[in-house]
């Protein structure tokens, strides 16, 4: 199993552009979620999907949109990209019955200058 | 929403033991995971408390007091290996998703 991938590794944006970050697990988990990680600050929540079809705000949501149309996949869309943007983006998944034990993809650092 | 409070950071020296608080303020949390983290790298999990009390396993320890709104985390016979950063996080009652603490950097010295 490649368990949580994540591409790209790096991405550099300018300000305003778009792009998508890809999330897969092959663990057959119905919980996804997409975290942010700021420079010596813990993560915080941006979105999570509960299954396909189902997704919800997390703490931080606003410059974000997902979608989740099947299991495996989760993407992470950010819209006209702000310098607050910058960070490192973590994609996770876990069995429902077992959410607190989370399995996280390698990250994606984005810079938008 | 809930917060989990950590110290920033510990120091302690190869072979000792080491203890990592996290505190909430309410009691609202299912139960308490730790992770680890690597410098640039993503977190792993560690262990899980859903009930009061210790759970170990090998090196590692958790304890919970949910009363108290107090986790810790203790490291035996620390390796060099073991300098990373240490998130507790929890899950509020109702919720599907966890909040994690800002994490402690543990640095182990020869």
């Known amino acids: 199993n490649a368990g949580v991938t994540q591409t790209p590794k790096f991405r550099i944006l300018k300000i305003g552009q778009s792009m998508t970050l890809q999330c897969a697990q092959d663990m057959n988990h119905n919980y996804m979620y997409w975290y942010r990680q700021d420079p010596g600050m813990g993560l915080k929540l941006i979105y999570y999907?509960?299954?396909?079809?189902?997704?919800d705000k997390g703490e931080v949501p606003n410059g974000y949109n997902v979608s989740r149309s099947t299991t495996e996949d989760f993407p992470l869309r950010l819209e006209l990209a702000a310098p607050s943007q910058t960070s490192v983006y973590f994609c996770?998944?876990?069995?429902?019955?077992?959410?607190?034990?989370?399995?996280f993809g390698p990250g994606t650092r984005l810079t938008v200058t | 929403g809930q917060s989990l409070e950590q110290p920033s950071e510990v120091t302690a020296v190869e072979g000792a033991i080491v203890q990592i608080n996290c505190t909430y303020q309410t009691s609202g949390f299912y139960g308490l995971s730790w992770y680890q983290q690597h410098d640039g790298g993503a977190p792993t999990f560690l262990s899980y408390n859903a009930l009061d009390g210790l759970e170990e396993k090998g090196r590692f320890s958790s304890f919970l007091s949910r009363s108290k709104g107090y986790s810790y985390l203790l490291l035996k016979e620390l390796q060099m290996k073991d300098s990373a950063s240490y998130l507790c996080?929890?899950?509020?009652?109702?919720?599907?998703?966890?909040?994690f603490g800002s994490g402690t950097r543990l640095q182990v010295q020869p």
């Open positions: 996080a929890g899950r509020d009652t109702g919720r599907r998703a966890l909040t």
């Open positions: 996770a998944s876990s069995y429902s019955r077992l959410a607190d034990e989370q399995y």
């Open positions: 999907s509960v299954g396909a079809g189902i997704t």
